[in-house]
């Protein structure tokens, strides 16, 4: 009777693994013809596609970009910041005197003036990041390198980006 017990149990061992070897079979058959998450959501492409030939009717995706780069290109210097050097002022003028009838562009906002025009530059770029400003000009005036934003036709439209920029934390001054 000893025998009997333990040929049926090593028969129902055996029944078991086999089982089992089964069930993870038929799982991993299963698991590996089922579709991928996140990969293949995207229908697959049947017939080549050549961009070439879906150029050819004349649609360029990057004209927008190319030239807004050839305008910039025309108007700024390499590093994309334009830089004007002036001659120290001879006489000042006062604040109170109003610019001649017909000077548009005669106020500017100036967010620094540095010793060295590393910094001034430097700064021209963090505007650009973290404001937006395209219309940055690094001038020489003397030994400083003053960094100004603009110009601007009158004082409200500068008081109004001076104002912008003042909530994003960069202070600036309306200069003429």
């Not at 089992?20 to 697959?44: D, L, M, R, Y």
């Not at 050097?85 to 001879?90: D, S, Y």
Request: glycine share 10%; charged share 15%.
């Amino acid at each position: 009777m000893a025998r009997t017990n333990l040929a049926s149990g090593f028969a129902g061992f055996l029944i078991g693994v086999v089982t089992g070897c089964a069930i993870c079979a038929a799982a991993a058959v299963f698991i590996t013809n089922s579709p991928i998450p996140f990969v293949e959501k995207v229908q697959k492409v049947t017939a080549d596609v050549d961009p070439a030939q879906k150029l050819a009717g004349g649609i360029d995706p990057n004209r927008a970009l190319n030239e807004q780069q050839e305008k910039s290109a025309e108007q700024d210097d390499s590093s994309g910041v334009k830089t004007v050097t002036v001659a120290p002022p001879v006489q000042s003028q006062p604040q109170s005197q109003t610019p001649a009838a017909g000077a548009g562009g005669s106020y500017w906002l100036q967010a620094g003036a540095f010793k060295e025009e590393k910094s001034a530059h430097d700064l021209t770029g963090s505007l650009a990041l973290t404001a937006g400003i395209s219309n940055v000009q690094v001038v020489k005036a003397g030994s400083v390198w003053r960094v100004r934003i603009g110009p601007f036709d009158n004082k409200l439209e500068a008081s109004e980006v001076q104002s912008q920029l003042d909530n994003q934390g960069i202070q600036t001054t309306v200069v003429r």
